[in-house]
């Protein structure tokens, strides 16, 4: 997993903000949020959410130049399900991390700034990376029961569609990656092993090689009674091509 290009900082919330522990592996979504304020840090959230109860919380916090942890990845956050909203996905507080990005109010709306929404990406791309979550799994609040938020993404969906493009996965899926290389192992080691074959007699040879041994043998190009071959696998496929290429005669 690659390092984060972003200073994290750790400033654990009131246990009274967040529920129980979980596996790691239960983590399959990413939610984006904002804060709704004016111009707050994320070293600022961190601070609140650990000296308040309020029963929310998000795991971390980003502004335009650092993140703050807020609650472990371990424990499930209370950020997305939103009472008397309808869900929309399958993804819920258990399953996913919850980011919370700091917002500014400019000409009176509220904005998340070029800084912050790179420095989002950044952080977001590290967790999809770390828990091998998919683009099409990092979802707006918005996306997950209805909430505006975050409200500018919601309101422009150009910025979304834009932070969206900011995290795109290249390539293929590592745990894809990972079975593709498994396979490839296993077929060259199957491969490896027939071509160190060496068929000592006719019923050892291969459906597809047989007709071919037994012009062979008839016609006295091999020498033989079916149990004293000395035929490798490579030897095999070289006389069955040249068979069928018609150099051995009908």
Not at 79 to 91: R, V
Not at 99 to 119: A, F, H, L, P, R
């Amino acid at each position: 997993m690659s390092d984060l290009d972003l200073p994290l900082y750790k400033n654990f919330a009131n246990p009274a903000n967040y529920g129980k522990k979980r596996a790691l592996s239960d983590i399959k979504w990413i939610v984006l949020h904002y804060t709704g304020n004016d111009g707050d840090t994320d070293t600022g959230n961190g601070k609140y959410f650990a000296r308040e109860a309020v029963g929310a919380s998000a795991h971390y916090f980003v502004d335009e130049d650092s993140a703050t942890q807020s609650v472990p990845d371990e424990y499930i956050a209370w950020h997305c399900q939103t009472p008397g909203m309808t869900l929309k996905c399958g993804c819920r507080n258990s399953n996913s991390l919850g980011v919370e990005m700091c917002s500014d109010y400019v000409d009176g709306k509220c904005v998340i700034t070029e800084k912050t929404k790179q420095n989002a990406a950044k952080l977001v791309k590290w967790l999809m990376d770390k828990y091998n979550v998919p683009t099409e799994r990092v979802v707006r609040h918005f996306d997950v029961c209805g909430k505006e938020c975050p409200e500018p993404w919601v309101r422009n969906e150009k910025e979304w569609l834009d932070f969206k493009r900011l995290i795109k996965k290249e390539g293929v899926n590592m745990e894809e990656l990972k079975k593709l290389e498994a396979e490839f192992e296993k077929l060259k080691k199957e491969f490896e092993n027939r071509r160190e074959k060496v068929y000592t007699k006719f019923d050892e040879i291969p459906e597809w090689g047989k007709a071919t041994v037994e012009k062979l043998i008839r016609y006295e190009y091999l020498y033989g009674d079916g149990e004293n071959l000395n035929i490798s696998y490579d030897l095999l496929r070289m006389l069955v091509l040249n068979d069928r290429a018609g150099l051995y005669g009908g």
